[in-house]
């Protein structure tokens, strides 16, 4: 039986900056090279909670204020069914404003309280007018992919709560919020941070953990991946690196 993956990818048109889409890319053409079918479901404003229920990868990116303005309210209608599946350890990567929507609150520069979806225990403050954005490439230091690469452009600080772990350890960059030390957020198997890209080429390990999860949960038994020749995203992982004077 030729195995075969449904991947939901949340607000592609408003949600897509940075070059999120890449992650879509890179778990398409690792499963293709094994021979794993995908279909891609590009959910926007207005979706059917309905059809999330059919998935088995989820995928977010960031956006600009305006857009994720947009996008909030319509998201929350469906956070019955998002929640169940985050839950439930449905994979998902959720980039930078994807992953503030997940947390408790975001408070703007002027005090006003935007909630959340509360399903991480996190909460993230906009930056002041006098404070910097928080730009350029990343290297963190994770438990189970060791060394990830990643590109930050964030003026939100998140900081994360009791009840949540820590996606990473900043070794060079900023993180989460320039100060703490921490870089995203893991839930399940839901991996919320602040790295753009995009995250997933440059890093095989972390999609293949995203593709052998998906299909063990919906083919309810274990799975083993073909390995792959990463030669070019090794490349590149170490091009980032030396500039960053960092080993890896």
């Given at each position: 039986?030729?195995?075969?993956?449904?991947?939901?990818?949340?607000?592609?048109?408003?949600?897509?900056?940075?070059?999120?889409?890449?992650?879509?890319?890179?778990?398409?053409?690792?499963?293709?090279?094994?021979?794993?079918?995908?279909?891609?479901?590009?959910?926007?404003?207005?979706?059917?909670?309905?059809?999330?229920?059919?998935?088995?990868?989820?995928?977010?990116?960031?956006?600009?204020?305006?857009?994720?303005?947009?996008?909030?309210?319509?998201?929350?209608?469906k956070k019955k069914?998002?929640?169940t599946l985050i839950?439930?350890?449905?994979?998902?990567?959720?980039?930078c404003g994807a992953?503030?929507?997940?947390?408790?609150?975001?408070?703007?520069?002027?005090?006003?309280?935007?909630?959340?979806?509360?399903?991480?225990?996190?909460?993230?403050?906009?930056?002041?007018?006098?404070?910097?954005?928080?730009?350029?490439?990343?290297?963190?230091?994770?438990?189970?992919?060791?060394?990830?690469?990643?590109?930050?452009?964030?003026?939100?600080?998140?900081?994360?709560?009791?009840?949540?772990?820590?996606?990473?350890?900043?070794?060079?960059?900023?993180?989460?919020?320039?100060?703490?030390?921490?870089?995203?957020?893991?839930?399940?198997?839901?991996?919320?941070?602040?790295?753009?890209?995009?995250?997933?080429?440059?890093?095989?390990?972390?999609?293949?953990?995203?593709?052998?999860?998906?299909?063990?949960?919906?083919?309810?038994?274990?799975?083993?991946?073909?390995?792959?020749?990463?030669?070019?995203?090794?490349?590149?992982?170490?091009?980032?690196?030396?500039?960053?004077?960092?080993?890896?």
């Amino acid at each position: 039986m030729k195995q075969k993956l449904i991947i939901s990818w949340l607000y592609p048109t408003l949600m897509n900056i940075y070059g999120d889409r890449g992650n879509i890319i890179a778990l398409q053409h690792r499963c293709s090279l094994r021979n794993i079918e995908t279909e891609v479901k590009r959910l926007d404003l207005g979706f059917s909670g309905k059809e999330l229920e059919e998935c088995d990868i989820m995928l977010m990116g960031g956006a600009q204020d305006k857009q994720q303005e947009a996008v909030a309210k319509d998201l929350f209608e469906k956070k019955k069914e998002l929640q169940t599946l985050i839950d439930n350890g449905i994979p998902g990567l959720y980039i930078c404003g994807a992953y503030q929507f997940l947390g408790n609150y975001y408070k703007e520069a002027n005090g006003n309280i935007l909630k959340g979806l509360g399903i991480f225990d996190l909460y993230t403050e906009s930056s002041d007018n006098n404070s910097k954005r928080l730009i350029g490439n990343m290297v963190f230091n994770t438990k189970s992919f060791g060394k990830i690469v990643g590109f930050e452009n964030h003026g939100g600080r998140t900081y994360l709560g009791d009840n949540i772990e820590a996606f990473g350890i900043i070794t060079k960059g900023f993180g989460n919020n320039g100060k703490d030390g921490t870089e995203g957020a893991i839930y399940k198997n839901s991996i919320g941070t602040y790295s753009h890209g995009p995250i997933l080429p440059k890093n095989p390990e972390l999609t293949d953990h995203l593709i052998k999860i998906a299909l063990e949960i919906k083919y309810k038994q274990p799975i083993t991946l073909e390995k792959l020749d990463d030669t070019f995203e090794q490349k590149a992982r170490l091009a980032i690196a030396k500039r960053l004077s960092v080993g890896i």
